[in-house]
């Protein structure tokens, strides 16, 4: 008898993985105790391949190349389930037995499917089929508990979560202690990765030991888990441990930080260029970015420029639009400077005291997302049919907008407490650029530079042509 011996790693049934050398081993051994001829040893990992994963099985592939070859009589596994994920490789295989030497498929326990009888077939995919079935039972029963567990609000099991002990039931007070420090530090409107740095400044490690990030940090200070919630596919249970805050305030981190385009999971490093998010090109309507060039002299120029693609690669603006970068801020920070100088403006950013209205908004948001709950639920019990549920949903989001809307603006406004104490135009000079960017971000929409050639004008000795710089004001 010509055999090869087929293995295969996978996580299919019970969630483990066993080495592949065990199954080879195995076969390898029992190819001993037959007596038989050993022709090949082909092996495949699954694990990283999905359950509807199409990726080709190499090892698979080089068995039924042997067996087209007329090179195998029987086809060694330790089970079935390692041979196939899907019933039509077994049909396959089955069909390669009519016309190739393949006799029979067997496995280590002594179970021979001869491929050649109709009994065989039949036992080939009843063991497949059982295979099939006692995985799904397996995935199953681990579904039904998860979700189970999910209602009671326990914890998921698993790796730690930052601000609370292995058990994941008792809060960890010194994390929780930076948690809150965290938040307390997002509301006031400080860059996630100016904390991050700060933590890791500090020597202050994420849950296994490595450094904070954007990411990991906005991450953390966003999930449901520090609310008392434990999410499961989606749907929100109380959890049985204990909150480290509420969900208004994560609200209010959440509208901080879409006030200052400040997206989850996008981290930004630290910048050189005061305009950029500000400047667009007055030609095609798209962002201008730092674009510095070493000049001739050695020297390096910062310039801002109307980039032609974005960092992705697609394209996006004319790529035709440059300025030097050192008129330009100057510019701005003149007008915004002089624009603080007004009272109309001191008067509209002067804001204490809007705790109580910033409350107020936050329930109402809180309320509306409860609404979008509760209509969802309403539809899957029948109350409410498909065209009342649009409706009721489109009514609630756009007043969900307004609410963030004003919530944003406010928050802005309040922003503005953070402002120096001495005059602004005194502190500007000594100002960190991220704080300068907030100052900007308070009174100012976009810069817009239109085209024209800069140098015919000059401003303040630069050559900048103060006509073509528009600035477009937010209050
Ligand atoms: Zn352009």
Partial sequence: ?????????????????????????????????????????????????????TKARPGYEKLVEDIRNNRVDVVLVTEMPRLYR??????????????????RIETTDGVGYHLGTGEGIHAAVAAINNAMLESRKISDRVKRKQRAR???GLHNGGSRRYGY??????????????????????????MAWRIARDLNERGVPTTYGKKWVTANLQRMLLSPRIIGVRRHLGV???????AITTP???ERIRIVWRSRQQTPGRPRGARTYLLTGFAYCGRCDQPM???GRTLASGAYQRRYRCSPIDIHGESLGCGHMFRAAEPLEQFVSEAVLYRFDSPEIALALAGPGQEGEIAKIVTEIEFCRQKLNDYVDDYASGLLDRTQLARAKARTESELDEHQDRLSSLQRLQNASRL????????WNEMELESKREVIQLVVERVIVHPGLPGVKTWESFRLNPEQIEIVWRV
Avoid: F
């Fill in 1 to 53: 008898m010509d055999v090869d011996i087929y293995a295969r790693l996978s996580r299919d049934r019970s969630g483990l993985s066993e080495n592949t050398t065990i199954q080879r081993e195995e076969c390898k051994q029992y190819v001993c105790e037959q007596g038989w001829n050993l022709i090949g040893i082909h092996e495949d990992n699954d694990i990283s391949a999905s359950k509807y994963s």
């Fill in 86 to 103: 899907r019933m039509e490789e077994l049909l396959d295989l089955i069909r390669l037995a009519e016309s190739t030497s393949l006799q």
């Fill in 150 to 152: 999910a209602q009671q």
């Fill in 165 to 190: 002990e292995w058990d994941g039931m008792t809060i960890c007070e010194p994390e929780a202690a930076v948690i809150r420090e965290c938040i307390e530090r997002s509301i006031n409107g400080e």
């Fill in 236 to 242: 929100d249970y109380p959890a049985q441990w204990p």
């Fill in 248 to 250: 208004e305030v994560q």
């Fill in 289 to 291: 970015r730092g674009n």
């Fill in 420 to 427: 120096p104490n001495e005059p602004l135009r005194d502190a």
